[in-house]
Nanobody, 119 residues
């Protein structure tokens, strides 16, 4: 059984920063890409950032130059550093990862962490 647990969400003023963490635990042999998604009320879930096992990074245009995704493979953890937060960044942020237990690959989701941005 594999779990992804996010943390670090909260309330922040516009222009402020937050750092999200997502730790994978359980029967882990290998982790492929790790992703951060977000979903605001009434909107579809949106892919925010990806980091591959090789370290290749991609961002959605709206967060480029403000957000930074990283990963610590020794800790099976990915981070999302969010700077210069805007009102439109408010959402529930979800971690997603493709993980192998040595037998098969499965796609896992975290439970989500709320990010609220105030004016």
């Amino acid at each position: 059984q594999v779990q992804l647990v996010e943390s670090g969400g909260g309330l922040v003023q516009a222009g402020g920063s937050l750092r999200l963490s997502c730790a994978a635990s359980g029967s882990i042999f290998s982790i492929n890409a790790m992703r951060w998604y977000r979903q605001a009320p009434g909107k579809q879930r949106e892919l925010v950032a990806i980091i591959t096992s090789g370290g290749k990074i991609t961002y959605v245009d709206s967060v480029k130059d403000r957000f930074t995704i990283s990963r610590d493979n020794a800790k099976n953890t990915t981070y999302l550093q969010m700077n210069s937060l805007k009102l439109e960044d408010a959402a529930v942020y979800y971690c997603n990862a493709l993980i192998s237990d040595g037998i098969r690959w499965e796609n896992y989701w975290g439970q989500g962490t709320q990010v609220t941005v105030s004016s």
